[in-house]
């Protein structure tokens, strides 16, 4: 099982770096800024849950 997923993301990988750079670059771009921007959104609200559990201290 591995080891097909390690040969699926070896063609994978192959067929990325065969494309012409802006493709590579356009491709990048649509894939990881929503990529990164789920991620940041995933945290924000982990935080927020984090955080409503301790009460804020005042000093």
């Known amino acids: 099982m591995v080891r ?13 770096t065969q494309l012409p750079f802006p493709f590579q670059v356009l491709l990048a771009t649509v894939v990881l800024i929503p990529l990164c921007w789920g991620v ?20």
């Open 4 to 16: 097909a997923i390690a040969d699926w993301w070896d063609a994978v990988e192959l067929w990325l």
């Open 40 to 59: 940041s959104a995933g945290v924000d609200r982990l935080l927020d849950v984090v955080s409503a559990k301790f009460p804020a201290r005042r000093e």
